[in-house]
């Protein structure tokens, strides 16, 4: 038979879970917009009465009241893995796409004043020498425009190696946040499973230590296990960054300038412990390497070929040329320098712009003799399938087909991902209108126990203060 006093025991154990539902309920109203924050649930359970009962013992089924049995968080881990993937996806395509949309501003195609306008205007400056070839000022004119052309190439590959610059001092601060969150999850790792094995709630911890790993996607394509212990291994490119309660370092290797990359030495991410070892990172620092080492370096390649064929087409035309006072063109190529950064024009006189096929200074040849062979072959050049500004036009059709595939599978992937979000959130988000409610059931439960408690406190005063009275 039950204690006459076991029912306060019973009523005290419901005001006890009731108020710890009520306290978890206002910490969840309390972070509803705190970044991270995972909503969290009482988990109740009846306390049974004699578990091991005797033989011949009775029981009336009734159990001893109610206790918390934890607090669970409301993540679902299938949907964080998911979320973290997509988010270092997003990351990815939203820096690949920042990217090219720098180099088209550098290159500002088209626009009257892009090389594509710049190349023309050279042209026509030969064409203006083939027809007034007798007034200095058309090859003054000239000079100004492959002055032009050649200055407008230099700029290019400067911005294109600023923002090289400005890539890789991004890489670096990367890197130190990267070995911080990393050194920081061991840390809480370390704290979880302390907590857990001691039976302490770390559900904080755990959203706080989710919180950074989620950042390490964005940042580096991270994704996680979580162990049975509570502890969480995190991974980039499938090499452990943090393992338990330890945590390695990564370092930014290879050039720093864009001139100094090439096919073989290129920047990269490697592990401190393990020097050679390349560390294959996603999320915003693997668009950031793939930018460096192939975006801009194709481009800037790109370019020197440009540059090449103009100063060579340009050169071989005029080496056989004449000047109007009779020096043959090869003496002085109108052209120096074969890349985007030092193409420079090589002539500053006009009268040393070669544009005759005929020598004028041949004393057995007349004034006919000088023509604009030279000058009328230059201006047909821009209209060439083979020359500078067709190699140029390809160049820029390859670069606008990748930049708008980028921002398309950007949109889409962003799309995927508020979609991926959203479930996330509600898994894990608080809804305040939810909260209210159990608010409400917490409260009607507290007053309910409290209730059955002045109720019992009632029947054991008549028990024990009224009882044989009577009669006297």
């Known amino acids: 038979m039950a204690s006459s006093f076991g029912g306060i025991n019973t009523a005290l154990s ?11 309920a206002g910490q969840n109203i ?31 089924g009734t159990g001893n009241g109610v206790a918390v049995a934890g607090i669970d968080r409301g993540r679902n881990q299938y949907l964080e893995a998911r979320g973290r993937t997509e988010h270092a996806n997003s990351a990815y395509l939203s820096s690949s796409k920042a990217a090219y949309d720098q180099i088209e501003s550098v290159l500002a195609e088209p626009s009257d004043t892009a090389l594509q306008a710049r190349l023309h205007d050279m042209w026509d400056g030969w064409n203006d020498v083939a027809n007034n070839w007798q007034d200095p000022s058309t090859r003054s004119a000239l000079i100004e425009r492959s002055n032009t052309v050649a200055t407008t190439l230099n700029d290019a590959h400067t911005s294109l190696s600023n923002q090289f610059d400005a890539l890789h001092g991004g890489m670096d601060a990367y890197v130190d946040q990267v070995n911080t969150l990393a050194g920081n999850i061991a840390d809480m790792n370390n704290q979880i499973v302390i907590a857990q094995k001691a039976g302490l709630p770390a559900n904080e911890l755990q959203d706080q230590r989710d919180l950074n790993v989620m950042q390490l996607s964005e940042l580096a394509g991270a994704s996680a296990q979580i162990k049975s212990d509570g ?5 980039i490119g499938g090499t452990a960054l943090v393992e338990g309660f330890q945590a390695r370092k990564l370092e930014l290797t290879g050039p720093v300038t864009l001139d100094a990359v090439n ?13 050679g070892l390349k560390a294959a990172a996603g999320g915003t620092m693997g668009s950031m390497l793939d930018t460096m080492n192939s975006v801009l370096y194709g481009v800037a390649k790109d370019l020197d070929t440009v540059a090449e064929s103009v100063a060579t087409t340009v050169n071989d035309a005029v080496a056989d040329g004449y000047t109007i006072d009779g020096t043959k063109g090869d003496t002085t190529p109108f052209f120096t320098g074969t890349t985007a950064a030092t193409l420079k024009v090589n002539i500053t006189d006009p009268s040393q712009v070669a544009f005759s096929s005929g020598n004028p200074a041949d004393p057995d040849t007349t004034v006919a003799a000088i023509d604009h062979g030279v000058a009328d072959n230059l201006s ?19 670069l606008g087909v990748s930049a708008q595939a980028t921002q398309r599978r950007s949109e889409i992937q962003d799309a995927v991902t508020d979609q991926v979000d959203t479930s996330r959130q509600g898994e894990a988000g608080v809804n305040l209108d939810e909260e209210m409610t159990h608010l409400l059931t917490y409260q009607r439960g507290y007053e309910a ?15 024990i203060n009224r009882t044989g009275l009577v009669g006297r």
Not at 47 to 52: H, I, K, R
Not at 263 to 275: F, I, Y
């Open 14 to 24: 419901s005001l006890y879970a009731q108020r710890r539902g009520l306290d978890i």
């Open 30 to 60: 309390a972070n509803a917009n705190t970044e991270g924050y995972t909503r969290q649930r009482v988990r109740m359970q009846s306390q049974a009465g004699g578990l091991n009962p005797g033989i011949y013992s009775t029981t009336e």
């Open 231 to 235: 502890s969480a291994n995190v991974y």
């Open 263 to 275: 096919d073989t030495d290129q920047v990269a991410l490697e592990w401190t412990d393990s020097p």
């Open 380 to 398: 047909d050049v821009g209209a060439s399938g083979t020359g500078p500004d067709a190699t140029y036009q390809a160049i820029i059709g390859r």
């Open 449 to 463: 126990a409290s209730r059955v408690l002045t109720t019992i406190d009632s029947m054991l005063d008549q028990l």
